[in-house]
Nanobody, 122 residues
Framework: VQLQASGGGLVQAGGSLRLSCAAS????????MGWFRQAPGKEREFVAG????????YYGDSVKGRFTISGANDRNTAYLQMNSLELEDTALYYC????????????????WGQGTLVTVSS
């Protein structure tokens, strides 16, 4: 499975961005996809996740109410709509896909994309 993240860029605080993650290869075994981020000098942080069966979504506390994760019907593409962006949202954003385990934990994900940089300016 290969994951390709896109949509990052430079945006002013209060603005919006939409990230996309396209999966290819043997994607049928993936049960969920998620977004993580890592800012310089900080640990990787869970941002949002979606389970393909049932469509349940999950969010980290720091983005709840501002970010929305969604997925295409083919279960090969996930989106992260980011609104009301804050300076603290500046990070490299990674998408990932997993089969089992906790959707909150990076250890549950088998495949990772290359990351897309989001920079929020004042």
């Amino acid at each position: 499975v290969q994951l390709q993240a896109s949509g990052g860029g430079l945006v002013q605080a209060g603005g919006s961005l939409r990230l996309s993650c396209a999966a290819s290869g043997r994607t049928f075994s993936n049960a969920f996809m998620g977004w993580f981020r890592q800012a310089p000098g900080k640990e990787r942080e869970f941002v949002a996740g979606i389970r393909w069966y049932g469509g349940n979504t999950y969010y980290g506390d720091s983005v709840k109410g501002r970010f929305t994760i969604s997925g295409a019907n083919d279960r090969n593409t996930a989106y992260l709509q980011m609104n009301s962006l804050e300076l603290e949202d500046t990070a490299l954003y990674y998408c990932a896909a997993g089969r089992t385990g906790s959707i909150w934990s990076g250890a549950s994900y088998n495949y990772w994309g290359q990351g897309t940089l989001v920079t929020v300016s004042s």
